[in-house]
């Protein structure tokens, strides 16, 4: 396989070549703008499921995408739902350092920069144990479906976007949103609820998302009560939406042909 540049536990490495780039389009997913010739190389994570019809626009590192959703920043690697909308230099914050311990320094608990390597080597003849941190570092968040973050957000690790959630620019938001939230500052608190507590039920009870996308053009989505009726009376005629899954797996069976 030409395309394999390295794999690890957790991801691997890809070169672009016109037969990957072949995959991603069959696949419907695209990266904005950008080209083949972008892309020296692109990341997978190996938990990686990719529904069609996803986009990375300047994203890096190909993490859970659901359809319809997008990921301007390639600042961030986040699991997302369907119909997300994540805007230019969004990031996660890095990992929890121990203030717990007497000292916060990664030089106690693991050491992946070669000072550090040459200092255990050299100084503590390399035979010390690694302090693993009392408190361990969180994966990174998870946004549920129709999540918006704004420019220059910044997420604290292992929390939730709930579903219909906004996140305002320069927001640091440090815990869960609730669904159909908007949140601002920092640290992020609620500004206002998009909808009434009896339309978010109705929404969230639906699960539009789940359904074919003509749903959203056959009720009247600028009219959210009216919206619930009418997919309420027409559930049963809006088939639910299942697009292939493009997983490290998958991709490797097609590019061992």
């Known amino acids: 396989m030409e395309e ?13 070549t016109p037969r990957l780039w072949s995959l991603f389009e069959a696949h419907r997913l695209s990266f904005g703008p950008r080209g083949p010739a972008n892309f020296p190389f692109i990341d997978m994570l190996k938990s990686a499921r990719i529904e069609k ?8 590192i190909l993490a859970t995408m659901g359809a319809f959703s997008y990921q301007m920043s390639g ?3 986040l699991t997302m739902g369907r119909y997300c909308s994540i805007a230019d230099h969004t990031s996660v914050m890095g990992e929890r350092h121990p203030v717990e311990h007497i000292t916060s320094s990664t030089f106690t608990y693991r050491a992946p920069r070669n000072s550090f390597r040459w200092a255990r080597e ?3 003849a390399g035979s010390q144990v690694m302090l693993s941190p009392t408190i361990p570092t969180q994966g990174t968040p998870v946004l549920q479906h129709d999540v918006w973050t704004g420019n220059h957000v910044i997420l604290q690790r292992g929390i939730t976007l709930h579903t219909g959630c906004v996140v305002a620019a320069g927001a640091v938001v440090t815990k869960d949103v609730a669904p159909y939230a908007i ?13 009434s507590d009896k ?3 109705g929404l969230l009870a639906s699960e539009w998302w789940r359904y074919e ?5 056959e009720c009247d989505i600028k009219n959210p009560e009216r919206f ?8 049963q005629s809006f088939p639910v939406f299942d697009p292939p899954v493009m997983t490290w797996e998958s991709l490797r069976a097609l590019l061992s042909q």
């Open 213 to 217: 996308p003509s749903v959203l053009f």
């Open 199 to 201: 339309i978010i039920e």
């Open 4 to 16: 394999l540049i390295k794999e690890d536990a957790s991801s691997v490495r890809l070169r672009m």
């Open 183 to 195: 949140v601002g500052g920092n640290p992020a608190r609620v500004i206002r609820m998009r909808f």
């Open 53 to 60: 019809y996803a986009d990375y626009t300047n994203g890096l």
């Open 122 to 124: 050299e100084l503590l």
């Open 228 to 235: 619930l009726a009418q997919f309420a009376a027409r559930q």
């Open 75 to 77: 600042e961030a690697t």
